[in-house]
């Protein structure tokens, strides 16, 4: 049942997607990141209370620090979404765990001292060959013959999976102090709400378009029904095995991503595109997989 719910998941952060992309004509991307903040806050509101959760915290700055480096994945995902056909810009973003298998080998050559008795640490072949192939998937999906435009919106992509690292490792770290994922969720969307608005009066405001500006609502919704199906997937695997296949088939979003953008918006990704997209996605189970060998447990990665 957990891997239907991851499943589900996916496909509602895929759909969140389409709704962005779409939202993305009539509203910049702070706009986005600020109005999601305050429809999730209701939503996760309502849910902590439903369940007795107090919204009190002990750890203010850790969560502040996650809602930043969150936010900063949020709004360069969302960009890259406006700007980028859906299914690279969701494949960019799942590059974080790439990033965190090029932390780990980047850590353990940092912590090394030279000394007499202490050799260099092996490189860890197996995640050096996984950073490698994810980052040479990055470059197919980005050919350098691709449209100038796209190629800045391409790198703000890949920013949103860097900050999307970062912010899974925080929430590693709050999950281990005992803090409920309702609470962490919600003060990431008080978050982006605050700092959305904090970038609007730089951005600006668009012209309220009317009828259009319902896609705001489904992009709210959709997140969170998609973190709410994504905690559900996580506490349903009770096994070492079932959270791997749980956190492997989040890769399905980047196949829904993908239908969405061929069917709905009629994007050529050419071949090599699709040969990038397929590297970057066994690139990623590969370094999930090694990352749970590591250490056993984790918590999942939040969107």
């Known amino acids: 049942m957990q891997a239907l719910w991851m499943v589900l998941a996916s496909f509602l952060f895929a759909s969140m997607g389409v709704c962005v992309k779409i939202a993305s004509a009539h509203f910049n991307a702070a706009e ?3 109005y999601r903040g305050f429809i999730g806050m209701a939503i996760l509101w309502a849910l902590a209370r439903s369940q007795g959760v107090t919204l009190a915290t002990r ?7 996650r809602s930043l480096v969150g936010v900063v994945s949020l709004g360069a ?6 700007h980028l056909p859906l299914a690279t810009a969701m494949t960019l973003n799942y590059m974080s765990s790439v990033w965190i298998a090029a932390f780990l080998v980047g850590g353990a050559l940092l912590a090394w001292r030279p000394a007499a008795t202490a050799p260099r640490p092996p490189l860890q072949a197996p995640l050096v060959l996984t950073v490698l192939a994810g980052f040479a998937g990055v470059v197919m999906m980005l050919r350098p013959n691709i449209d100038p435009n796209q190629m800045f919106a391409g790198l703000v992509g890949l920013l949103s999976g860097l900050s999307a690292a970062f912010a899974y490792m925080q929430v590693v770290a709050l999950s281990r102090l005992g803090e409920p994922e309702t609470r962490t969720v919600f003060y990431f969307a008080m978050g982006s ?13 668009s012209a309220w378009p ?3 500006a319902l896609w705001l609502l489904p992009i709210g919704i959709l997140a969170a029904g998609g973190q709410l199906c994504l905690t559900r997937a996580y506490a349903s695997a009770r096994t070492q095995r079932g959270t791997l296949v749980v956190a492997n088939l989040q890769y399905s979003g980047i196949v829904f991503a993908g239908l969405y953008s061929v069917l709905l918006f009629g994007d050529d990704i050419p071949l090599i595109g699709w040969v990038g997209m397929a590297l970057i996605v066994a690139s990623g189970i590969v370094a999930t997989i090694l990352r749970a060998r590591a250490a056993p447990g984790t918590p999942a990665e939040e969107h």
């Open 32 to 34: 986005l990141v600020c």
């Open 59 to 65: 750890y203010p700055g850790m969560h502040a620090w």
């Open 77 to 82: 995902w969302f960009y890259a979404i406006g």
């Open 193 to 205: 709400a605050i700092a959305g608005g904090a970038a609007m009066t730089v951005t600006g405001m």
């Open 210 to 212: 009317g009828w259009p």
